[in-house]
């Protein structure tokens, strides 16, 4: 069936057990609105699954392609959130290929003209970083800040008021 076939995309083992990867996943959701705010029971079980299936299937992908080619190096390139703290596919494929090498490369948004500004709980596991210039504010002043969401609200509102048009 389509639904079978579909599950052969995903990793034949996928753990969602209590620990660190599921405490910072869980952490993540439950203080940022922007992953719909706080979640708990079934819900938040839900997305935490889904967050393991692709790190666990990266994992399995990996340790699939090093087992057919012996000696072989993989770059894989995945959000970081994938590999912080040397959490979600890193942690699922040491568990996969134990002793395997592997160099963890991760993003830091930074005053590059300070490098003391560079926090040690924020290189999260990284063997090496990759250093991002800090991104503006995204306005010059509260101002200005203002007068875009009253723009934004205006804009919902109107286009709200004129319903779904087939």
């Not at 666990?56 to 990996?62: F, G, K, L, Q, R």
């Not at 596991?125 to 934004?152: N, T």
Request: with cysteine.
């Amino acid at each position: 069936s389509d639904l079978a076939e579909k599950r052969g995309w995903a990793a034949a083992e996928i753990r969602t057990e209590d620990g660190p990867y599921n405490r910072k996943f869980l952490g993540l959701m439950n203080g940022d609105a922007a992953h719909g705010g706080v979640l708990s029971g079934a819900r938040a079980e839900s997305s935490f699954a889904a967050q393991v299936t692709r790190d666990e299937t990266m994992a399995d992908s990996i340790a699939n392609f090093l087992h057919a080619r012996p000696g072989a190096r993989v770059v894989h390139i995945t959000g970081a959130f994938h590999a912080e703290d040397r959490l979600g596919t890193i942690e699922r494929l040491q568990r996969r290929i134990p002793g395997i090498r592997i160099a963890v490369l991760l993003p830091l948004q930074a005053k590059l003209s300070d490098p003391a500004a560079i926090e040690k709980d924020r290189i999260k596991g990284a063997d090496f970083l990759i250093l991002l210039r800090q991104a503006p504010d995204p306005y010059a002043s509260d101002k200005e800040r203002r007068a875009a969401e009253a723009r934004q609200a205006s804009a919902f509102r109107t286009a709200s008021g004129q319903g779904c048009k087939l």
